[in-house]
């Protein structure tokens, strides 16, 4: 017992030595030398942040090099030199989209804190009451993307990287081809598979075009505008089985084909043509119904295993969400500017992965450079990627845009420079002025009904 005593109380004496050099320690941190003091309270570069830094103005670009209205938004802030790009291009409004971001999203925004996305977007979608609409959504997408871009310069990383990371190595594309026959169509798909794409999009004619009447009924009674279209929709349904059937013949079973219906049908008529193409194995069928029709898409996945793609129209999330919970198609196809952006596009693409619903963004050519670098960037980014439509800039778009994605055998690729990556050349901008066409998408039917894009 003694013994054990004796153990105790020299346990007790080590600890209290223990103790002493402990606080002998605290002390001299507390009063030791300037330089063994700056050591202990170094913090490592990764913890430190960064200065917040505010938006000092948001402004429009518009400009056409191409030929369509492209606008983009220009953040500048508080930083000197630290400025972001995004695109609000609403080519048939564009004017309307510029008057939305000079006079009403620059004051509003004007003071916020660059690095809140989240908070600028939600306050800037609801300060109008009403949302939703194009205009104001083109112009929300404008200043979403170009607040990913000055986040990615902040960072020193390009918006790959701080949606996750790449998950492929570049982004495989579809294009389009073209002609007056079927065989011509599919001659014109051999030639684009030939210089590497994999999936081919064919269009006979563009859209439902191959039947038109060089003089039909409406035209006749003189009703309508002197410069609307008319397609026989009868005639158009009849034709694409048979440009399915020539491009498989042509092009054989390795091409990946895909069609735009272009909601140019009545929704019954849509269903038994896409039905009729099961044995060609189409990559999917785009936009079978208008955003009038959504209830069809029930009815249409229970008669066909054909893939659909739907959405460019859509304007907010009430539109595709009951559609992708019930997988009623296979690839959601919303215009990424339409919506808003990257903030709202990746909340899309997080739901679709839970309901095996693919991306496949909308790229047409009345998407700036700066819009296609940052469905690109998010196209690296999503496991659940489909497909993304291809791009091709003219000389005059280059000298406006710097650092365009490119193009190689069918991939689309972004450059690693922090953000988005692309540049606006305003001087150059400018030699190419928007104008207020409003573009001409009345298409009728042979008593001059108009049929629904």
């Known amino acids: 017992m003694e013994k054990l005593n004796k153990e105790v109380l020299e346990s007790r004496r080590e600890n209290l030595k223990k103790l002493g050099l402990g606080a002998a320690a605290g002390v001299l941190g507390l009063f030791g030398t300037p330089e063994s003091r700056a050591e202990q309270r170094v913090t490592p570069a990764y913890a430190k942040g960064m200065k917040p830094v505010k938006i000092k103005s948001v402004k429009a670009i518009g400009t056409a090099p191409q030929g369509s209205n492209l606008i983009v938004v220009r953040v500048d802030t508080t930083e000197p030199g630290l400025y972001g790009f995004g695109c609000a291009t609403f080519t048939q409004r564009a004017e309307v989209v510029v008057t939305a971001i000079n006079n009403y999203l620059n004051p509003l925004c004007t003071g916020k804190d660059v690095d809140n996305i989240e908070d600028a977007w939600q306050s800037a979608y609801v300060s109008s009451y009403w949302r939703n609409g194009p205009v104001l959504n083109n112009a929300l997408s404008g200043l979403d993307q170009a607040l990913w871009d000055i986040k990615g310069k902040r960072a020193g990383m390009p918006v790959h990287q701080l949606l996750g990371g790449k998950v492929r190595f570049a982004v495989p594309c579809y294009t389009h081809a073209n002609g007056k026959t079927p065989e011509e169509t599919a001659n014109d798909a051999k030639r684009i598979m030939d210089s590497g794409f994999k999936y081919v999009r064919v269009q006979q004619g563009g859209y439902g075009a191959t039947a038109i009447s060089s003089k039909p009924d409406f035209k006749d009674a003189g009703f309508g505008g002197a410069d609307d279209q008319y397609m026989n929709q009868?005639?158009?349904?009849?034709?694409?089985?048979?440009?399915?059937?020539?491009?498989?013949?042509?092009?054989?079973?390795?091409?990946?084909?895909?069609?735009?219906?272009?909601?140019?049908?009545?929704?019954?008529?849509?269903?038994?043509?896409?039905?009729?193409?099961?044995?060609?194995?189409?990559?999917?069928?785009?936009?079978?119904?208008?955003?009038?029709?959504?209830?069809?898409?029930?009815?249409?996945?229970?008669?066909?295993?054909?893939?659909?793609?739907?959405?460019?129209?859509?304007?907010?999330?009430?539109?595709?969400?009951?559609?992708?919970?019930?997988?009623?198609?296979?690839?959601?196809?919303?215009?990424?500017?339409?919506?808003?952006?990257?903030?709202?596009?990746?909340?899309?693409?997080?739901?679709?992965?839970?309901?095996?619903?693919?991306?496949?963004?909308?790229?047409?050519?009345?998407?700036?450079?700066?819009?296609?670098?940052?469905?690109?960037?998010?196209?690296?980014?999503?496991?659940?990627?489909?497909?993304?439509?291809?791009?091709?800039?003219?000389?005059?778009?280059?000298?406006?845009?710097?650092?365009?994605?490119?193009?190689?055998?069918?991939?689309?690729?972004?450059?690693?420079?922090?953000?988005?990556?692309?540049?606006?050349?305003?001087?150059?901008?400018?030699?190419?002025?928007?104008?207020?066409?409003?573009?001409?998408?009345?298409v009728r039917k042979f008593d001059g009904t108009i049929i629904r894009p």
């Not at 955003?291 to 999330?317: D, H």
């Open 234 to 442: 009868t005639s158009y349904m009849k034709s694409v089985p048979k440009l399915f059937e020539a491009t498989r013949k042509v092009c054989g079973d390795e091409v990946e084909i895909l069609h735009d219906i272009h909601e140019r049908l009545d929704p019954m008529d849509s269903i038994n043509m896409i039905k009729s193409l099961e044995d060609y194995r189409p990559f999917f069928i785009e936009d079978p119904f208008s955003p009038e029709n959504p209830k069809w898409f029930q009815l249409l996945r229970q008669n066909t295993t054909v893939p659909i793609a739907m959405g460019e129209l859509f304007n907010n999330q009430n539109e595709w969400k009951e559609a992708m919970i019930n997988q009623w198609f296979d690839y959601i196809r919303i215009h990424v500017s339409q919506i808003g952006g990257i903030t709202p596009a990746m909340k899309v693409a997080r739901l679709g992965e839970w309901f095996n619903v693919k991306t496949a963004w909308h790229g047409p050519g009345d998407v700036s450079p700066v819009g296609h670098a940052a469905q690109c960037h998010m196209d690296l980014a999503i496991w659940n990627f489909g497909i993304q439509e291809a791009v091709s800039f003219n000389d005059k778009t280059l000298e406006v845009f710097q650092g365009c994605p490119t193009m190689n055998k069918g991939y689309m690729s972004v450059n690693e420079a922090p953000g988005l990556g692309v540049e606006v050349n305003e001087k150059a901008a400018a030699k190419y002025p928007i104008s207020n066409k409003a573009g001409n998408w009345q």
